[in-house]
């Protein structure tokens, strides 16, 4: 793996997307405009919003760059630039990681941009504070960015790559503990939860919002967010097939 072989292919990413605005939109724009939306949904209901917010900050920001990764990475794969990017000296992990730095850079941006709005413009409390709010909601697009990868191999289709999201993530968004706490959910609904990162990406973000210290907990819970993104990245990697 070459360094600089990699941010050469993130340069790649960020000055492709740069000129696509509806994917900037929905990168940028959409997850701000989904709280501010919500927050009059629960106008006579501030608590309940005030809760369910930055546990939305860790999901948004997985969800928005899972579905951009995965559907501008199958584009790489079906226009033929992957096959032609295999057949220069560039390795798996330069193209996979390239990928993973520059949607994670789109992901910090997102984050910075929905936390301000969170923490700001809506006056959502957070007895954490904004740093440890940010560093969850830039895993949470680190986590998406990864699966975005790996999810991408097995699609044939851009079409292919959105059925991913009912499939693969809405599960896991009804038992993550948004709607229904995970000590009331049936047991194997409990142990279905208990395997998969979007839990622990909101978990994380509700650690920060009751706790005004960094807890135990909340330090397992990401730890499992990048180790879950690190066993995605990797088995991305091994899905790209070098043209012969």
Known sequence: MSIRKTLATSKRVLSQLRHDRR???LIFIVPPALLIILKYVFQGEQRVFHSIAPMLLGIFPMIIMFLITSIVTLRERSSGTLDRLMTMPISKSD????YAIAFCLLGFVQALISGGVMLGLLHVTVLGGTLPTMIVAVLAAFLGTAIGLLTSAFARSEFQAVQF???FIFPQLLV????????????????FSDSMPLTYSVDAMKQVTIH????TTLTRDLII???????ALILGSATIRRQE
């Not at 967010?225 to 066993?231: D, G, H, P, Q």
């Open 176 to 191: 993550c503990g948004l709607f229904v706490a995970r000590a009331e959910m049936a047991k194997p609904l409990q142990w």
């Open 95 to 98: 193209f996979v990681f390239g």
């Open 225 to 231: 967010v990048v180790s879950f993104a690190i066993v």
């Open 23 to 25: 994917t900037i939109a």
């Open 165 to 167: 999201l009912p499939a």
């Open 212 to 215: 005004t210290t960094w807890t």
